[in-house]
């Protein structure tokens, strides 16, 4: 994947003065050890903090050392101050994790089980954040596997302090649901580029002939071999493609990463006479996310997902119920899921190749109700790969209050039988979510979905980027009420 930091983690214990320094570094070697045995490269600073002098001596050392991402290990209790000062003076995510007690309980006892209480008292008092395990106290192996989980949070961390995501045209008229106030993108550390799709069309005209064309096309038609169903569209789609890279190039400025928030409706057809769905898979699929419909939050969500599961994405309508006939059929008995744990999730064509069973490429058959079938030819269409997947979202309300809900499943080998990208999706306690966290917490009808079980790791990332846990949503299992919930009904 491209368009993503790499982590570089630098490991540093600490040690209270009236507990033996040599024990939080004997330890900390058996940590280091054991994660470079099992997982790779983990820096080991070899300075092992007792006071605030040794605190500078140790940041000096892991900045110099290139790390951007840090573990603050108890050894043993711990120095309060100066083990949370390494927390508050690094520039970058950190992690606190504690030793478990060995054999000798005597000279040998570090009490890193009270020490971490401690640490977490000190990071609230100074308002600091730091990823603590569900678990954080452990022998080196377990903390090694601690750090390793760690590793996705840090990086998704990372990524949003040097994403921009740059945006084209207002939101289309009657979609509210994807218009969200942008002061929580700064706090977030996300810049944005705000555009009008009047630019955007300038700059496609000035691609007018760009001899890199050719070789775009050529590689469209390789991805979509036998799929390649409209192949008259594909000089305008390559140099669609070309003019977004480009603009990506000239506007990132300061900032490492990217991702686009597109507009797809209702000029676009018309004006650039197609749509820009495939393109929007073709990158998407590289690591670049490009929501639709100006979905600002849309696109950021899509980003953290493909940072954290650094794979492709896609951004996906919670759309229509399956037909009871189908659900009959091809679910009922076969699989463990009420009709209401299933849905379809749908957009016209924007999910990358990779993750549809089979792709074609066609034309947007809604629009194409209103306008000439011609300019709504680009769509990318398939019934969606079956797999595991995680449905989420991070959204700003309209009061400006950050937001989330996570949601693990499947999508079921069932065939659709409809058009656009679209599979048959199947979440446990689906209907009550449905009911009590996307309704009732006025999320939009946008999804962002990650192939595969990510759940955990964007939790982590969602508290550290500083959501309440109360507001981020889940797909309660059955017996367990929302607060919403009725508790006369079922």
């Given at each position: 994947?491209?368009?993503t930091?790499?982590?570089?983690?630098?490991?540093?214990?600490v040690?209270r003065?009236?507990?033996?320094?040599?024990?939080?570094?004997?330890?900390?070697?058996a940590v280091a050890?054991?994660?470079?045995?099992?997982?790779?490269?983990?820096y080991?600073?070899?300075?092992?903090?007792?006071?605030?002098?040794?605190?500078?001596?140790?940041?000096?050392?892991?900045?110099?050392?290139?790390?951007?991402?840090?573990?603050?290990?108890?050894?043993?209790?711990?120095?309060?101050?100066?083990?949370?000062?390494?927390?508050?003076?690094?520039?970058?995510p950190?992690?606190?994790?504690?030793?478990?007690?060995e054999?000798?309980?005597l000279?040998?006892?570090?009490?890193?089980?009270?020490?971490?209480?401690?640490?977490s008292?000190?990071?609230?008092?100074r308002?600091?954040?730091?990823?603590i395990?569900?678990?954080?106290?452990?022998?080196?192996?377990?903390c090694?596997?601690?750090?390793?989980?760690?590793?996705?949070?840090?990086?998704?961390?990372?990524?949003l302090?040097?994403l921009?995501?740059?945006?084209?045209?207002?939101r289309?008229?009657?979609?509210?649901?994807?218009?969200?106030?942008?002061?929580?993108l700064?706090?977030?550390?996300?810049?944005?580029?705000?555009?009008?799709?009047?630019?955007l069309?300038e700059?496609?005209?000035?691609?007018?002939?760009?001899?890199?064309?050719?070789?775009?096309?050529?590689?469209m038609?390789r991805e979509?071999?036998?799929?390649?169903?409209k192949?008259g569209?594909?000089?305008q789609?390559?140099q669609?493609?070309l003019?977004?890279?480009?603009?990506?190039?000239?506007?990132?400025?300061?900032?490492?990463?990217?991702?686009?928030?597109?507009?797809?409706?209702?000029?676009?057809q018309?004006?650039?006479g197609?749509?820009?769905?495939?393109v929007?898979?073709?990158l998407?699929?590289?690591g670049?996310?490009?929501?639709c419909?100006v979905?600002i939050y849309?696109?950021?969500?899509?980003?953290?997902?493909?940072?954290?599961?650094q794979?492709?994405?896609?951004?996906?309508?919670?759309?229509?119920t399956?037909?009871a006939?189908?659900?009959?059929q091809?679910?009922?008995?076969?699989y463990?899921?009420?009709h209401?744990?299933t849905?379809?999730?749908?957009?016209?064509?924007?999910?990358?190749?990779c993750?549809?069973?089979?792709c074609?490429?066609r034309?947007?058959?809604?629009?194409?109700?209103?306008?000439?079938?011609?300019?709504?030819?680009?769509?990318?269409?398939?019934d969606?790969?079956?797999?595991?997947?995680?449905?989420?979202?991070?959204?700003?309300?309209?009061d400006?209050?950050?937001?989330?809900?996570?949601a693990?499943?499947?999508?079921?080998?069932?065939?659709?039988?409809?058009?656009?990208?679209?599979?048959?999706?199947?979440?446990?306690?689906?209907?009550?979510?449905?009911r009590?966290?996307?309704?009732?917490?006025?999320f939009?009808?946008?999804?962002?979905?990650a192939?595969?079980?990510?759940?955990?790791?964007?939790?982590?990332v969602f508290k550290y980027?500083?959501?309440?846990?109360?507001?981020?949503g889940?797909?309660?299992?059955?017996?367990?009420?929302?607060p919403?919930?009725?508790?006369?009904?079922?």
């Amino acid at each position: 994947m491209i368009n993503t930091p790499v982590e570089k983690i630098g490991l540093v214990a600490v040690s209270r003065d009236c507990f033996p320094m040599t024990l939080s570094e004997r330890r900390r070697q058996a940590v280091a050890k054991a994660y470079t045995a099992k997982y790779g490269e983990l820096y080991e600073c070899p300075v092992c903090v007792e006071n605030e002098k040794d605190m500078r001596l140790a940041l000096e050392d892991v900045r110099t050392a290139g790390c951007n991402a840090l573990v603050v290990y108890l050894g043993n209790f711990g120095p309060e101050s100066s083990e949370t000062l390494l927390v508050k003076e690094f520039d970058g995510p950190a992690m606190v994790v504690a030793a478990a007690e060995e054999g000798d309980l005597l000279d040998g006892r570090g009490d890193a089980y009270c020490g971490m209480l401690n640490a977490s008292y000190n990071l609230k008092l100074r308002n600091l954040r730091a990823y603590i395990p569900e678990y954080p106290v452990g022998t080196a192996e377990e903390c090694a596997d601690m750090i390793h989980a760690f590793r996705p949070i840090a990086r998704a961390v990372l990524a949003l302090r040097n994403l921009k995501i740059i945006s084209f045209g207002p939101r289309p008229q009657d979609f509210l649901a994807c218009n969200a106030p942008i002061k929580r993108l700064y706090d977030l550390g996300v810049e944005i580029e705000e555009n009008s799709e009047l630019d955007l069309f300038e700059s496609y005209h000035k691609h007018a002939g760009d001899p890199r064309i050719p070789q775009v096309v050529a590689d469209m038609e390789r991805e979509l071999g036998d799929g390649n169903k409209k192949p008259g569209i594909l000089p305008q789609l390559a140099q669609y493609e070309l003019t977004l890279l480009d603009w990506v190039e000239a506007h990132r400025g300061s900032r490492s990463y990217v991702a686009i928030a597109g507009k797809c409706w209702p000029a676009f057809q018309t004006q650039f006479g197609f749509v820009p769905c495939y393109v929007n898979s073709r990158l998407t699929g590289r690591g670049i996310p490009v929501s639709c419909e100006v979905d600002i939050y849309g696109a950021l969500s899509e980003y953290i997902g493909a940072v954290v599961s650094q794979d492709a994405v896609t951004l996906l309508d919670i759309n229509n119920t399956v037909p009871a006939p189908l659900y009959e059929q091809q679910i009922k008995g076969r699989y463990p899921y009420a009709h209401t744990d299933t849905f379809m999730g749908f957009h016209c064509g924007n999910t990358p190749s990779c993750k549809l069973a089979a792709c074609e490429m066609r034309y947007q058959k809604i629009m194409a109700r209103t306008l000439p079938e011609e300019v709504t030819q680009g769509t990318l269409e398939g019934d969606i790969a079956p797999g595991p997947i995680t449905f989420f979202r991070l959204q700003s309300t309209a009061d400006a209050q950050l937001r989330a809900y996570i949601a693990q499943g499947e999508v079921l080998p069932v065939p659709t039988g409809s058009f656009g990208g679209i599979g048959v999706f199947a979440i446990p306690e689906m209907g009550r979510f449905y009911r009590h966290v996307l309704i009732e917490k006025n999320f939009p009808h946008h999804g962002a979905v990650a192939f595969g079980h990510f759940g955990a790791t964007l939790f982590e990332v969602f508290k550290y980027l500083g959501v309440d846990v109360n507001e981020i949503g889940y797909n309660q299992p059955r017996g367990v009420r929302y607060p919403t919930e009725n508790p006369f009904v079922g």
